[in-house]
């Protein structure tokens, strides 16, 4: 089923008729899903609940604005571990310059959605040797290393199939990202290998039979919502693959800059102004090759996946019962953790906070406070703890805002032995099947 887009103003005030808040940000495509131009009502009609829908357009539109600011040496990658729908990989085919993988799996999804090996990079610790020769065989761009184990593991494959394997040392910098959500660097981890422990590494690498080392990979941390914190983190990964350069006199064709470009989640977050955002990384690079002669001719990866596709997708899900007990009212969908886990808080979250939420039916509603519950037979699965919204009544549309990335591809979904929810995106102005509902018995 293929259906058009709305036109603006077709079914008049739709930020009302959503009953979004006030404020701007969620309905306004400041880097933010855009629901004013896309029918929910008509994708429940034609594909039932609960389901997701991405927005590939408008996340073409915000990947653009950002590859309009960088030099033409930055490339973008997109890591798939976010949302490996495939339709969504087919969508970045000739928009991005390639694609961060983390398994053999991964591999073998991305080559299926069109995309060549030639332009990825694989990262991730604990690579396997069957991994290895996956990646190896297929030659990827660019394959990177995070431990002498996993050197010398690839060493020996690569020699097996008489091929070489470029590389990258992960390192895992000294410093840390304070204004990033999760911190990678910094801090005892599996991701690399320590700063510290970089010289011995890139030395053994340079001799290494089987490989050529041309790369340097850091990724500190993720989910920063500040341009500046940004800055500060490529500027110090910069400083480091510099050092390092000069030190084991390498002139890498690469250095990926990693990612961790956040998205609002929560009350009091704001989307990043992309087109600044833009202005000052792409202000920064320029003058790298300057600043860092070892560098002047390397090429910059950044790894974006929250960032391009997080809050481009929405999770739809149907109110089937409603119930008032011991002062609390609850609001029973038929969708839930099984689907959307980190709407619950249980991933990464130390405290429970509610993932943005709206009322698609009833935009005039009583505003109230309720308790948002799946279907499931425990008590995790609570998608919205005392959330305020017009009131809700069974039968009516509830919408999960930025359910882009790490949603479908990180939940639980055999869960209890119910269907999976159906996948629509939007793209060139049509809304589209890309991946169907199925039962648990098609999945075993």
Same mark, same amino acid.
């Given at each position: 089923m293929v259906?058009?887009?709305k036109q603006?103003?077709?079914s008049g005030d739709?930020?009302g008729?959503?009953?979004l808040?006030?404020?701007?940000?969620?309905a306004?495509?400041c880097?933010?899903?855009?629901?004013?131009?896309?029918d929910i009502?008509?994708v429940?009609?034609?594909?039932?609940?609960p389901?997701y829908?991405?927005?590939l357009?408008?996340?073409?539109?915000?990947?653009?604005?950002?590859?309009?600011?960088l030099p033409?040496?930055?490339d973008?990658?997109?890591a798939?571990?976010?949302?490996?729908?495939?339709?969504?990989?087919?969508?970045?085919?000739g928009?991005?310059?390639?694609l961060d993988?983390?398994?053999?799996g991964?591999?073998e999804?991305?080559?299926?959605a069109?995309?060549?090996?030639?332009?990825?990079?694989?990262?991730?610790?604990g690579k396997?040797?069957q991994?290895?020769?996956v990646?190896?065989?297929?030659?990827?761009?660019l394959?990177?290393i995070?431990?002498?184990t996993?050197?010398?593991?690839?060493?020996?494959?690569a020699t097996?199939?008489?091929k070489?394997?470029?590389?990258a040392?992960?390192?895992?910098p000294?410093f840390?990202?304070?204004?990033?959500?999760?911190k990678m660097?910094?801090?005892?981890?599996?991701f690399?290998?320590?700063?510290e422990d970089a010289?011995a590494?890139l030395?053994?690498?340079k001799?290494?039979?089987?490989?050529?080392l041309d790369?340097?990979?850091?990724f500190s941390?993720?989910q920063?919502?500040?341009?500046?914190?940004?800055?500060d983190?490529?500027?110090?990964?910069l400083?480091i693959?510099s050092?390092l350069?000069?030190?084991?006199d390498?002139?890498p064709s690469f250095?990926n800059?990693?990612?961790?470009?956040?998205?609002?989640?929560f009350a009091?977050?704001e %989307?990043?102004?992309v087109?600044?955002? +833009?202005?000052e990384v792409?202000? @920064?690079l320029?003058?790298a =090759?300057? &600043?860092h002669?070892?560098l002047?001719?390397t090429r910059f990866?950044?790894?974006?996946?929250?960032?391009?596709i997080?809050?481009f997708g929405?999770?739809?899900?149907?109110?089937?019962?409603?119930?008032?007990?011991r002062g609390?009212?609850?609001?029973v969908l038929?969708?839930?953790?099984h689907?959307c886990?980190p709407a619950?808080?249980f991933f990464?979250q130390?405290?429970?906070?509610?993932?943005p939420?709206?009322n698609?039916?009833?935009?005039?509603g009583e505003?109230?406070a309720?308790?948002l519950?799946?279907?499931l037979c425990?008590p995790?699965?609570?998608?919205?703890r005392?959330?305020?919204?017009?009131r809700l009544?069974?039968d009516?549309?509830?919408?999960i805002?930025? %359910?882009g990335a790490?949603?479908?591809? +990180?939940s639980?979904?055999l869960? @209890?032995?119910?269907e999976? =929810?159906p &996948?629509?995106?939007?793209y060139?102005?049509?809304?589209?099947?890309s991946?169907?509902r199925?039962?648990?018995?098609?999945?075993?």
């Open positions: 259906a058009r887009r603006m103003g077709e739709s930020r008729r959503l009953g808040d006030a404020k701007p940000g969620w306004q495509g880097g933010v899903m855009n629901l004013d131009t896309i009502k008509a429940a009609r034609d594909f039932g609940t389901f829908l991405y927005d357009d408008s996340a073409l539109a915000h990947l653009h604005a950002l590859q309009a600011g033409d040496y930055v973008v990658y997109f798939m571990k976010a949302n490996s729908n495939p339709d969504v990989l087919r969508a970045w085919l928009h991005v310059a390639g993988v983390s398994s053999a991964e591999i999804m991305a080559v299926a069109g995309h060549s090996p030639s332009a990825m990079s694989f990262a991730g610790p396997t040797e991994e290895l020769r990646a190896i065989e297929r030659q990827v761009r394959l990177s995070e431990s002498p996993e050197l010398r593991r690839a060493s020996k494959v097996e199939l008489g070489t394997a470029t590389i040392i992960r390192i895992n000294q840390t990202p304070k204004e990033f959500t999760m660097g910094g801090t005892p981890s599996q690399g290998t320590a700063e010289p590494l030395e053994e690498a001799t290494t039979k089987g490989v050529r790369g340097i990979h850091i941390g993720t920063c919502l500040e341009i500046k914190g940004i800055i983190n490529i500027r110090q990964t400083a693959a050092r350069s000069e030190e084991h390498l002139r250095v800059l990693g990612g961790g470009f956040g998205v609002p989640y009091g977050q %989307a990043i102004d087109h600044a955002l +833009a202005r792409g202000e @920064l320029r003058q =090759p300057t &600043e002669p070892r002047r001719d990866i950044l790894e974006l996946g929250r960032f391009l997080g809050t929405i999770y739809v899900a149907r109110v089937v019962d409603v119930k008032q007990t609390k009212r609850f609001v038929d969708g839930g953790m689907h886990f619950t808080g990464g130390l405290v429970k906070k509610n993932y939420v709206v698609l039916s009833r935009a005039d505003p109230m309720q308790e519950v799946g279907p425990t995790m699965d609570s998608m919205a005392n959330i305020t919204l017009p009544e069974i009516d549309l509830v919408g805002l930025s %359910a790490y949603c479908y591809a +990180a639980p979904l869960f @209890l032995g119910h999976t =929810p &996948e629509i995106v939007v060139e102005g049509a809304y589209k099947l991946r169907a199925k039962a648990p018995t098609q999945l075993v």
